[in-house]
């Protein structure tokens, strides 16, 4: 069981926008601490999406976005593109486990 | 250019200790503000921190597996060492190293990672 809840595939067509939410709790998205997001294609290691809630590092396109609110967090995805397709994981910190935690995944069908 | 490399058994008997090696090149454990980290991932199950040691030599465990693992450095080698004892079948896991960016109040994001190392447990 994870400490962040992701549902666990969403689905989407080509050119279309796409959302995955990342559930937490006070502990943690609650309390301040910011969402980060992870792109894991098959077999590969994740690679950093967005960081600190809405930032994107350099080669990431303006395409993803990762507003916050509250005890939660999304990762939006807009003109929906096949390589896309691919795990989301949310990441943030939690101050009672005072360490990292994740989301559960989210595998990104694109139809 | 940032990179990072796990190595290690890719095979480990139940009860016995997992040691892993985290290569990296591209940054320095000596400089106020690096640190690296461990993270697993069961096959087709989702991410899980580790542990975590900082330049100054700080180390962090997670929660639930603080009893069995341990984080060390060797910054003149740039690498980092990760040990697990008392292994399990359950610990089958890829496990990962990666750097961790850190900011703020307790901020911290991983902004380079390692390919992974498959480690499975078995007898």
């Known amino acids: 069981q994870s400490v962040l809840t992701q549902p666990p595939s969403v689905s989407g067509a080509p050119g279309q926008r796409v959302t995955i939410s990342c559930t937490g709790s006070s502990s943690n998205i609650g309390a301040g601490y910011d969402v980060h997001w992870y792109k894991q294609l098959p077999g590969t290691a994740p690679k950093l999406l967005i960081y600190?809630?809405?930032n994107r590092p350099s080669g990431v396109p303006d395409r993803f976005s990762g507003p916050k609110s509250g005890t939660s967090a999304s990762l939006a995805i807009t003109g929906l593109q096949a390589e896309d397709e691919a795990d989301y994981y949310c990441q943030s910190y939690d101050s009672s486990l005072r360490g990292v935690v994740f989301g559960g995944g989210t595998r990104l069908t694109v139809l | 250019q940032v990179t990072l490399k796990e190595s290690g058994p890719a095979l480990v008997k139940p009860t016995q200790t997992l040691t892993l090696t985290c290569t990296f090149s591209?940054?320095?454990?000596?400089?106020?503000?690096?640190?690296v980290s461990w993270i697993r991932q069961p096959p087709g199950k989702a991410l899980e921190w580790l542990a975590r040691?900082?330049?100054?030599?700080?180390?962090f465990y997670s929660t639930s597996l603080k009893t069995r693992v341990t984080i060390s450095k060797d910054a003149s080698k740039n690498q980092v060492v990760f040990t697990m004892t008392n292994m399990d079948p359950v610990d089958t896991a890829t496990y990962y190293c990666a750097r961790m960016q850190g900011y703020g109040d307790r901020q911290y994001y991983f902004d380079y990672w390692g390919q992974g190392t498959l480690v499975t447990v078995s007898s």
């Open positions: 591209g940054f320095s454990l000596s400089t106020n503000g690096v640190r």
């Open positions: 040691i900082d330049w100054d030599d700080d180390k």
């Open positions: 600190g809630n809405n």
